[in-house]
């Protein structure tokens, strides 16, 4: 029997949960149909997302068992999100995985978590104000006020870069209220909330901006920083397993089109000029994944577990960015055509960059908790 | 198990075995201790039931797993252990032999290497043949029952105080020149032998260049097949890049980042760290962490049963990678110290920083590894070349051209 907590490696059970989401992903959402939901007017495919929210479970995987979940944790989130970035697969489960982290430790709000468990709600988390969403992502004095009108608490303010903003129903935004911050629930469908859908950078992810205009709050009796730092760092983990799963797609794909495409007499793969990028591709890989397993490994220890997310998630971000430009560069003209898959990992890339925190933002983090 | 191994394992050496510190001699080129320090040691460890931790028994070896390797291995990290002599032998010639060798060879040579008492050095690299080893030249000639070698080799690390070492030799020039090859156990006490002392780029000799003239070595000192001399080396540098891709690097390595923030936080005195320090800090923090971490998966992967093909050039293409990088961000730490160092600190930084170039040479350089990984990884495929099916002796191989006189 594998210890998790000692072992790198991932339990056989998660790794067919990862098979079985790379089969579906594979049947149901190959970058075809991703490019159909990017033309088309939804965020996602409904359906793809009732099979992976329902049908299988992943509304629920990292939601313990008494609240409606499957309790999985961290070795079954970096299953499940690796294989959706690799297929770039648009879905609201990484903004319900985030609202489901923060809410299921605050007590009172298991409705609430029950129910996004089970895959009936759609839920984000609003912490960004400015459009940058680097080291301001979780602003230390958020503008947006909760006030009390006979003791009623109503929200007004703006956020931005919300994760599916148009399509939550519930929305956790992080507020001002007399000199402290605080985490308040709001009803997407109340009329005071407008979110209006953002020009996104990466067309397979879904940003909003959102205004709040008086809009009835509930605010969460929470440990705020405990929560923010928790929502910080399973963004952390789950977008460092995004990038991992989508870094290691370009370099596959690098490497078939170098064993296909022939150039001067022979596959280009054959010049070190191409190999040589490859393999500092792959080399990328292994080392951002190794980081990767080490944050799955420390993730119930609360005090290494935030330092190590942080780790792999400044090894992925850096590294995937230039494995996705290499491989627009390594396919040549063909890899800068619109109809060619290689933009749309670019595009990935350079928001997964920016999103939850940026390079700088995380060696910011590392060097405090690195004691510099 | 396990728990009970490192339980027992961090007692013996907290009694027996140096701390790691600043500068040790784990991750320099060469470890300075006295020979006689380093053979008593080690022949301790032994005792101890530490070396040869997963070789069979019958060979000396403790006939423990991989999991107590990596118990090893993680937990000597924080040790300075005086074993420099034998990392070669232990590492490479005693691997290849376990591996490739006769029940005589296996039984003669294994256990007096586990206790130290012979050291083994590895002969492949020639002035002409680096990363194109398979153009050697070294001429191993049958005469009476056995062999004479001729020929030179260079960056032979410890030749000066083996007993033995392995070479490769060319055996047939009328073949391929990755066919006409075979691999011998050499006495390095045998007349003929003559060792030169290599000085590098530090200033340091941390190397050899080895000349063997008219060396007669028996029959039964062929490793391997005749003629099968390839094979044997393809598993040698397996082992190599293995082993130079899964060391743990010491805590006392002048580049690791807790010797570079300590310069930092020196200099700094009580102001705060520029960001740009910090930044640079953290991201060698993440990069020595994967490394280390690239390395643990690897050796858990081994353990768990499953092959790691070519990965090893992975981790030792990345460690070198990480010397390079760790380099720079002394630079930006040390400033204008670096242009004269001052203090010992400062000199072991410049030591490391030149010490790394070689890192990316030695045991195969970077862009073989990167050769290794495209190739036997991703699947690309080789550069046809012009030299894998012509006759050696047709060859023209070294560098040719122009020769530069002084």
Avoid at chain 1, 159 to 182: M, P, S, Y
Avoid at chain 2, 82 to 97: D, H, K
Avoid at chain 2, 225 to 240: D, I, K, Q, S, T
Wanted: aromatic share 6%; hydrophobic share 45%; with cysteine.
């Amino acid at each position: 029997m594998r210890d998790p907590h000692v072992s790198l490696l991932p339990t056989p059970e998660q790794e067919m949960l990862r098979d079985t989401v790379r089969e579906v992903v594979a049947e149901r959402s190959p970058l075809a149909a991703v490019r159909q939901v990017i033309a088309g007017p939804g965020d996602y495919d409904d359906q793809v997302w009732l099979l992976l929210s329902r049908e299988l479970g992943l509304a629920g995987l990292a939601v313990p068992e008494p609240l409606g979940g499957s309790g999985g944790g961290a070795g079954e989130l970096v299953a499940v999100f690796t294989e959706l970035g690799a297929g770039l697969v648009p879905s609201p489960l990484l903004a319900c995985t985030l609202a489901a982290t923060a809410l299921q430790v605050v007590p009172g709000e298991s409705a609430t978590v029950r129910a996004l468990a089970a895959g009936e709600l759609i839920a984000s988390v609003a912490l960004t104000e400015q459009p940058e969403a680097g080291a301001d992502w979780i602003p230390p004095a958020p503008a947006t006020t909760v006030s009390r009108r006979d003791g009623r608490a109503r929200l007004s303010g703006r956020k931005t870069i919300v994760l599916n903003g148009t399509a939550a129903g519930v929305l956790l935004v992080l507020a001002h209220e007399d000199g402290r911050n605080v985490l308040c629930l709001i009803d997407g469908a109340d009329p005071g909330v407008r979110a209006v859908a953002l020009p996104p950078t990466d067309l397979s992810r879904s940003l909003a901006q959102v205004d709040f205009a008086d809009v009835p709050a509930r605010v969460l009796d929470a440990d705020v920083p405990a929560v923010l730092g928790r929502i910080r760092d399973v963004a952390n983990l789950v977008l460092a397993a995004e990038g991992c799963g989508a870094l290691a797609a370009c370099v596959a794909m690098v490497s078939d089109h170098a064993k296909a495409r022939t150039a001067f007499g022979r596959p280009i793969g054959a010049f070190q000029a191409v190999k040589h990028r490859a393999a500092d591709m792959y080399t990328s890989w292994e080392l951002a994944h190794a980081a990767l397993r080490e944050a799955v490994r420390l993730a119930d220890d609360e005090t290494r577990f935030g330092l190590a997310a942080a780790t792999a998630r400044a090894l992925v971000s850096p590294a995937y960015l230039r494995a996705a430009g290499d491989t627009i560069q390594l396919h040549g003209g063909i890899g800068y055509t619109w109809e060619h898959d290689a933009h749309l990992y670019y595009r990935h890339a350079m928001s997964s960059h920016a999103l939850c925190g940026d390079p700088d933002f995380q060696l910011s983090l590392i060097a405090t908790s690195a004691g510099i | 198990m396990s728990d009970d191994f490192r339980a027992g394992l961090i007692r013996w050496l907290d009694q027996h075995g140096p701390r790691a510190r600043a500068g040790g001699g784990a991750d320099a080129e060469v470890d300075t201790r006295p020979l006689a320090e380093q053979k008593a040691f080690q022949a301790a460890l032994h005792d101890a039931g530490y070396a040869g931790i997963t070789w069979p028994k019958r060979y000396g070896g403790q006939g423990l797993t991989n999991g107590e390797l990596l118990v090893f291995r993680e937990v000597a990290r924080d040790y300075d252990l005086p074993v420099g002599a034998f990392v070669i032998g232990l590492g490479m010639p005693g691997e290849t032999i376990l591996e490739c060798g006769t029940e005589e060879q296996k039984l003669r040579y294994l256990p007096k290497m586990l206790r130290g008492e012979e050291i083994w050095c590895q002969l492949f690299s020639e002035p002409g043949a680096g990363s194109d080893v398979a153009g050697l030249r070294m001429s191993a000639v049958r005469e009476g029952g056995g062999w004479v070698l001729n020929g030179q080799k260079i960056w032979t690390t410890g030749a000066q105080f083996s007993d033995y070492g392995v070479v490769l030799a060319r055996t047939d020039p009328t073949v391929a020149k990755h066919r006409g090859l075979t691999m011998f156990i050499v006495d390095m006490h045998a007349p003929g032998v003559t060792v030169r002392p290599l000085r590098v780029a530090t200033g340091e000799s941390p190397f050899n260049e080895v000349f063997l003239d008219d060396v007669r070595i028996p029959a039964d000192a062929v490793l391997g097949e005749v003629g099968g001399g390839w094979a044997v080396a393809v598993v040698m540098l397996r082992h190599e890049r293995e082993s130079l891709g899964t060391i743990d690097r010491s805590r006392g390595n002048p580049l690791s980042f807790d010797e570079l923030s300590a310069a930092a936080a020196e200099r700094a005195g009580s102001a705060a760290l520029p960001d740009g320090h910090r930044h640079a800090l953290a991201s060698l923090y993440t990069r020595e962490t994967a490394v280390r971490l690239l390395g643990r998966l690897l050796r858990e992967e081994q353990q768990a049963g499953r092959d790691v093909g070519a990965r090893g050039a992975v981790a030792k293409l990345a460690g070198a990678e990480l010397g390079h990088f760790a380099g720079e961000v002394a630079l930006r730490i040390l400033g204008a110290e670096l242009a004269a160092p001052a203090t010992p600190r400062a000199a072991a930084v410049v030591k490391a920083a030149i010490t790394a170039r070689g890192m990316s040479i030695a045991g195969g350089t970077n862009e073989i590894q990167r050769n290794v990984i495209g190739e036997r990884i991703l699947g690309l495929p080789k550069d046809p070349g012009i030299d894998r099916e012509t006759p050696f002796n047709q060859l023209r191989a070294g560098t040719t051209g122009v020769e530069r006189r002084n």
